[in-house]
């Protein structure tokens, strides 16, 4: 059973005399415990398909479904890191990760015991009290990963979490995000449009393709990544040199510039 | 660059009040307006520190300044207390909006004033009926302003929220009236501005006692210049009033690092 089921998914928008089909026929299984990223173009609809597990948007067709139960509405067991952090700029840090848990209605001791393990896992202790306009864009990212973390959600939703972050802080942020996910693994959909991210963090890649937005291929990492043992290296470029990473690279690369291409033509 | 600029406002801001004496002054000197009609300056400044601390019409100029005051705190508290949270509330359940925006649409252009027979009618002269009309000026900006903050709420936070799993009791409280509360002061601003407006011309009309009960009376006397004292004590107040607001803006605002 896939935690995360597109099920022909299409989106429409417009009317009967004329509109957009923004996707169509889209089916994507994200098994428990798979950290899967989805790259395509810009306006292929990959935040949208994010967007529906959230339960933000409905699909105008097919289903969506997290662990066999429909989506219907936004809630804590899918918690969701944007990529402009969305932090309450009038809570501190530890107000701001305590809330999805007093939502579900969790005791004081063991909010603060859970808040405190999820602050050192995100290298954030010391900063409990700081409000949000006071941390660097890295650190504010990191207090939102943490705040959905802290919920140990079924699934977690990433849109593009270090688009906004400048080039080094965002190594730093995927070499983290590495380690948390290899060490805890969990259900991830992450959406990016940075192929080598793609490759570096996710067990699966889905490339989208787009007018309409689609699943045009699906690219297995884990057996290249486990073969040639890319999680004992420990830095981002020694992964990034590995003849069997660039390949991967490569071949994504070039399926989303057939698309490019196609465009143009 | 900014104090020179603050210094500048400050000299322009002089200047103008020092145009204004001037040409009152001059116009009050020359003779050309009997002075019953227009009492000079220094006539009114007389009238105002005589009335400080001489009875006129029942009480000095601070004691009417003063019940005017408690009237104002009344009215416009009232306004506050019920206007920020229901503008909130309908920022955030539509259904509420529906039914109450046509209603208050409509209310809202009956001038405060015009509530005056039946403020007294209901409420009396005393103290229930000019409260009632000071919550008729200070209401709609209180309402429209939280209402407004809420609406335009960042979405994004919103959304945040949600996927938190966010009660709608504490969307409004922890997430809507904090983005609101720029919206929301800026509405206090407006709000004390035109409930101290109100209240002075309710008590003009009902009252016995209050800054506009002794403009009245000074009118009644054909004292001009205590009409006058007593417009000046109304501007003070209004003044004092909206730098208290506005420091309270400043002080959430940098609280927030929103300010400058």
Same mark, same amino acid.
């Given at each position: 059973?896939?935690?995360?089921?597109?099920?022909?998914?299409?989106?429409?928008?417009?009317?009967?005399?004329?509109?957009?089909?923004?996707?169509?026929?889209?089916?994507l299984?994200i098994s428990?415990?798979e950290f899967m990223a989805v790259v395509g173009p810009?306006?292929c609809?990959k935040?949208?398909?994010?967007?529906?597990?959230?339960?933000?948007?409905?699909?105008?067709?097919?289903?969506?479904?997290?662990?066999?139960?429909?989506?219907?509405?936004?809630? #804590?067991?899918? *918690?969701?890191?944007? @990529?402009?952090?969305?932090? %309450?700029?009038?809570?501190?840090? !530890?107000?701001?990760?305590?809330?999805?848990?007093?939502?579900?209605?969790?005791?004081?001791?063991?909010?603060?015991?859970?808040?405190?393990?999820?602050?050192?896992?995100?290298?954030?202790?010391?900063?409990?009290?700081?409000?949000?306009?006071?941390?660097?864009?890295?650190?504010?990212?990191?207090?939102?990963?943490?705040?959905?973390?802290?919920?140990?959600?079924?699934?977690?939703?990433m849109?593009? #979490?270090f688009? *906004?972050?400048?080039? @080094?802080?965002r190594v730093? %942020?995927q070499e983290?995000l590495v !380690?948390?996910a290899r060490?805890?693994p969990?259900?991830v959909m992450f959406i990016t449009h940075a192929v080598e991210e793609a490759v570096y963090l996710a067990d699966r890649v889905a490339i989208m393709a787009?007018?309409?937005?689609?699943i045009k291929e699906i690219i297995d990492i884990r057996p290249i990544r486990e073969a040639e043992g890319w999680d004992a290296h420990e830095k981002i470029e020694d992964v990034m040199d590995l003849e069997s990473f660039v390949h991967l690279r490569t071949r994504i690369w070039r399926s989303l510039r057939e698309e490019k291409?196609?465009?143009?033509? | 660059?900014?104090?020179?600029?603050?210094?500048?406002?400050?000299?322009?801001?002089?200047?103008?009040?020092?145009?204004?004496?001037?040409?009152?002054?001059?116009?009050?000197?020359?003779?050309?307006?009997?002075?019953?009609?227009?009492?000079?300056?220094?006539?009114?400044?007389?009238?105002?520190?005589?009335?400080?601390?001489?009875?006129?019409?029942?009480?000095?100029?601070?004691?009417?300044?003063?019940?005017?005051?408690?009237?104002?705190?009344?009215?416009?508290?009232?306004?506050?207390?019920?206007?920020?949270?229901?503008?909130?509330?309908?920022?955030?359940?539509?259904?509420?909006?529906?039914?109450?925006?046509?209603?208050?649409?409509?209310?809202?252009?009956?001038?405060?004033?015009?509530?005056?027979?039946?403020?007294?009618?209901?409420?009396?002269?005393?103290?229930?009926?000019?409260?009632?009309?000071?919550?008729?000026?200070?209401?709609?900006?209180?309402?429209?302003?939280?209402?407004?903050?809420?609406?335009?709420?960042?979405?994004?936070?919103?959304?945040?929220?949600?996927?938190?799993?966010?009660?709608?009791?504490?969307?409004?409280?922890?997430?809507?009236?904090?983005?609101?509360?720029?919206?929301?002061?800026?509405?206090?601003?407006?709000?004390?501005?035109?409930?101290?407006?109100?209240?002075?011309?309710?008590?003009?009309?009902?009252?016995?006692?209050?800054?506009?009960?002794?403009?009245?009376?000074?009118?009644?006397?054909?004292?001009?210049?205590?009409?006058?004292?007593?417009?000046?004590?109304?501007?003070?107040?209004?003044?004092?009033?909206?730098?208290?607001?506005?420091?309270?803006?400043?002080?959430?605002?940098?609280?927030?690092?929103?300010?400058?």
């Amino acid at each position: 059973m896939g935690a995360i089921r597109f099920d022909d998914v299409g989106r429409f928008y417009g009317n009967k005399t004329g509109g957009f089909q923004a996707l169509k026929g889209v089916n994507l299984e994200i098994s428990d415990k798979e950290f899967m990223a989805v790259v395509g173009p810009s306006g292929c609809g990959k935040t949208t398909l994010l967007r529906f597990v959230a339960g933000f948007d409905r699909p105008s067709s097919g289903t969506v479904s997290v662990n066999g139960i429909r989506v219907t509405k936004p809630g #804590p067991d899918r *918690a969701v890191v944007f @990529q402009q952090f969305a932090l %309450m700029p009038w809570k501190t840090v !530890r107000e701001n990760i305590d809330l999805g848990l007093r939502n579900i209605g969790i005791a004081r001791a063991e909010r603060q015991s859970r808040i405190a393990a999820t602050l050192q896992l995100m290298n954030l202790t010391g900063h409990a009290d700081a409000f949000p306009h006071q941390l660097s864009g890295g650190m504010q990212q990191r207090v939102s990963i943490a705040r959905a973390w802290v919920l140990d959600p079924e699934v977690l939703l990433m849109d593009e #979490p270090f688009g *906004a972050l400048d080039a @080094q802080t965002r190594v730093v %942020m995927q070499e983290e995000l590495v !380690r948390l996910a290899r060490r805890n693994p969990r259900t991830v959909m992450f959406i990016t449009h940075a192929v080598e991210e793609a490759v570096y963090l996710a067990d699966r890649v889905a490339i989208m393709a787009r007018q309409p937005g689609r699943i045009k291929e699906i690219i297995d990492i884990r057996p290249i990544r486990e073969a040639e043992g890319w999680d004992a290296h420990e830095k981002i470029e020694d992964v990034m040199d590995l003849e069997s990473f660039v390949h991967l690279r490569t071949r994504i690369w070039r399926s989303l510039r057939e698309e490019k291409a196609m465009e143009l033509a | 660059m900014r104090v020179f600029d603050a210094k500048n406002t400050l000299i322009l801001g002089l200047m103008g009040f020092g145009g204004f004496l001037l040409l009152w002054t001059l116009l009050a000197i020359s003779g050309l307006i009997p002075s019953l009609f227009l009492p000079s300056p220094l006539a009114v400044a007389e009238r105002f520190v005589y009335l400080l601390d001489n009875r006129f019409a029942g009480g000095t100029l601070i004691d009417h300044l003063w019940a005017s005051l408690l009237r104002f705190a009344g009215g416009f508290g009232l306004a506050v207390v019920i206007g920020v949270p229901l503008g909130l509330l309908m920022g955030w359940f539509r259904l509420l909006d529906d039914i109450v925006t046509p209603l208050f649409d409509a209310v809202r252009f009956i001038a405060p004033i015009a509530w005056v027979p039946f403020a007294a009618l209901w409420f009396g002269t005393g103290i229930g009926g000019p409260i009632m009309i000071i919550f008729a000026g200070a209401f709609p900006p209180c309402l429209i302003n939280a209402y407004r903050g809420a609406k335009f709420a960042d979405p994004r936070l919103i959304e945040a929220g949600r996927m938190l799993g966010t009660p709608d009791h504490r969307m409004i409280s922890e997430i809507l009236l904090p983005s609101a509360v720029p919206s929301i002061i800026a509405g206090l601003r407006i709000s004390a501005g035109l409930g101290w407006q109100s209240l002075v011309g309710a008590e003009l009309i009902v009252a016995s006692t209050g800054i506009g009960y002794m403009m009245v009376q000074g009118q009644g006397n054909v004292s001009t210049t205590t009409v006058m004292a007593g417009m000046i004590g109304i501007g003070i107040i209004g003044l004092i009033i909206d730098i208290i607001l506005r420091r309270t803006e400043e002080i959430i605002l940098r609280r927030r690092g929103l300010a400058h």
